[in-house]
């Protein structure tokens, strides 16, 4: 029992010592600058319409997001639409659920539910909406006397805020401009073949090309082997397609 006790505890102390996403002291103090930069724009803002505990609530749900655009910039969940998107769908549905519900105790989590469904579908998924759902139902009087207002300002104007700080810290680094339409273009680089098959990416490989990016990428290296030998068993096994696709449709599919 003790072994067993000790073996889990140094697992567990192995996960945490870990570092999947390897990034140079540079690009932390970038991320670190941006986030001051975009937060203390943020706060600026609300302080003008809101009071100090409204203004807290709602540069908490940015600060998530400046999380995403200044040490992930390139993530799914960091590209504009979802910036855009997840916030304003998300305080739309939190207003709404604020008005028609007067308890919070079902309004709150009614409000996150619906945004998480929202994001979704729209395919703007961003974590810190749910905290912009949650902040329309629970964030007090002066919040809700805003109504659909609270949509406009502080939200869009802290969302538009936030973008151009994104955009403007980023770009003096080519490697991490922000949206990536803004990366500077290059060339792809050919895969190398064996016998006319794809060499077998090793754990080595995708350690070197993770530190070679400097940047913080949010896929695991499991992931990526995950999704590497599913590609592979695609391309060896033309039967693993479905089999609603005949033979007629087998291009479309």
């Known amino acids: 029992m003790r072994r067993t006790g000790a073996a889990v505890l140094a697992r567990l102390l192995l996960c945490l010592r870990q570092d999947d996403h390897p990034a140079s002291h540079r690009e ?107 902040v329309a139902v629970v964030g007090g009087p002066q919040i809700q006397a805003l109504g659909y207002a609270f949509l406009l300002e502080p939200v869009l104007v802290n969302v538009l805020v936030m973008l151009a700080a994104a955009v403007l810290v980023n770009y003096p680094f080519p490697w991490r401009r922000y949206p990536r339409a803004l990366l500077p273009a290059a060339p792809a680089a050919p895969v190398p073949e064996r016998a006319g098959e794809k060499l077998v990416i090793a754990h080595s490989d995708l350690v070197y090309a993770l530190s070679e990016l400097d940047s913080y990428i949010d896929v695991s290296e499991e992931d990526l082997l995950q999704i590497y030998a599913l590609a592979v068993r695609h391309a060896v096994e033309p039967t693993a397609l479905p089999e609603v696709c005949g033979a007629a449709a087998m291009a479309r599919c």
């Open 28 to 134: 932390k103090l970038i991320s670190a600058l941006g986030g001051f930069i975009g937060i203390l724009l943020v706060f600026w803002v609300s302080a003008g319409v809101l009071d100090l505990h409204g203004t807290a609530l709602v540069v908490g749900s940015m600060g998530a997001s400046a999380v995403l655009l200044f040490a992930v910039p390139h993530g799914s969940l960091s590209r504009p639409w979802p910036l855009l998107g997840g916030h304003l769908l998300s305080g739309a549905v939190g207003v709404t659920c604020a008005q028609w519900l007067a308890e919070p105790l079902f309004a709150a989590p009614l409000a996150v539910a619906l945004s998480i469904a929202l994001m979704y579908y729209l395919r703007c998924l961003h974590p810190p909406g749910g905290a912009t759902a949650l």
